[in-house]
Nanobody, 123 residues
Framework: QVRLVESGGGSVQAGDSLRLSCTYS????????MGWFRQAPGKEREGVAR????????FYVDSVKGRYTISHDNAKSTMYLRMNDLKPEDGAVFYC????????????????WGQGTQVTVSS
């Protein structure tokens, strides 16, 4: 199991930027895929970005392409999500997750989750 702790959320204005951080510990050698999800009130949790930690390949949902950047720093045991040009519809609780990559499909089976950090974007 991987322990994950998010930070960096807050309240911003539309057009602003935020960088979320996710520190990880535990069985990190097993987890070769990490990602960010978000859940707005009344909506299902949505995967917004994921990254394969061994080759750095990143994937994004269409609605955030060009605005969000996922990265990780193994030396600091931290994953990041840089969010630019934030929109009110980006407001949600953001969760980081870790799991096992499926290199055949490009997917990731997530099995460890953080507690979430709130992002609020005002128009």
């Amino acid at each position: 199991q991987v322990r994950l702790v998010e930070s960096g959320g807050g309240s911003v204005q539309a057009g602003d930027s935020l960088r979320l951080s996710c520190t990880y510990s535990g069985d990190t050698a097993r987890a070769n895929c990490m990602g960010w999800f978000r859940q707005a009130p009344g909506k299902e949790r949505e995967g917004v970005a994921r990254i394969r930690t061994r080759d750095g390949r990143a994937f994004y949902v269409d609605s955030v392409k060009g605005r969000y950047t996922i990265s990780h720093d193994n030396a600091k045991s931290t994953m990041y999500l840089r969010m630019n040009d934030l929109k009110p519809e980006d407001g949600a609780v953001f969760y980081c997750a870790a799991g096992i990559a499926d290199y055949a499909t490009g997917g990731c089976a997530f099995d460890s989750w953080g507690q979430g950090t709130q992002v609020t974007v005002s128009s």
